[in-house]
Nanobody, 122 residues
């Protein structure tokens, strides 16, 4: 009932920038939290950054000062601006959206995108 479309991944040299986008669509009336996670081969999925409906954010220590998360509530879209990229940022990045569906009675949802590859070459 909730569909996420990610875009913006690719290959970039160390020190470069990329911007990821994730647009949500479906039968929901409220999005509470939007976030980005990443998972490298052989490693567990980890939180990169997330933002709540009031605009409060939190992010992993490894990306602070380099990555910025933002959201456009009118477009139900979350962005991740990634600057000063490092080879260790290479991973598949997943969008995560949590909110409330328009069902009666209301139900919460927790949706994941299909993932987008980010590769940073040294």
């Amino acid at each position: 009932q909730v569909h996420l479309v990610e875009s913006g991944g690719g290959v970039v040299q160390a020190g470069g920038s990329l911007r990821l986008s994730c647009a949500a669509s479906g039968s929901f009336f409220h999005i509470a939290i939007m976030g980005w996670y990443r998972q490298a081969p052989g490693k567990q999925r980890e939180l990169v950054a997330r933002i709540d409906s009031g605009g409060s954010t939190n992010s992993a220590d490894s990306v602070k000062g380099r990555f910025t998360i933002s959201r456009d509530n009118a477009k139900s879209t979350v962005y991740l601006q990634m600057n000063s990229l490092k080879p260790e940022d290479t991973s598949v990045y997943y969008c995560n959206v949590q909110g409330v569906l328009t069902d009666n009675p209301f139900r919460e949802f927790d949706a994941w995108g299909q993932g987008t590859q980010v590769t940073v070459s040294s």
